[in-house]
């Protein structure tokens, strides 16, 4: 299923991703600094979202309380708990 989260507290400003299967798959970000976003999405695809959850959640970017890792945790968990 398809999934877009709106971001809070980030440069980026959407995540859009699929969840199949409890499988991560095609993350894209909206804005954001490109390689960062790029490189994470790369790292997370095929990987199990709670693995992503407990890998990413809680990353603070500058002092922010959040980041895109975060940012992105945060949407995987809420897309789990839809399903």
Do not use: W
């Amino acid at each position: 299923m398809h999934y877009s989260y709106r971001t809070k507290g980030t440069c980026s400003t959407m995540i859009d991703f699929d969840l199949e299967n409890g499988v991560i798959r095609n993350v894209r970000f909206t804005r954001g600094c490109n390689g960062n976003t790029q490189g994470i999405a790369k790292l997370v695809e095929g990987m199990k979202a709670n693995e992503v959850v407990k890998r990413l959640k809680g990353t603070n970017c500058s002092g922010r309380g959040t980041s895109c890792p975060d940012q992105l945790a945060r949407a995987i968990e809420l897309s789990m708990a839809e399903n």
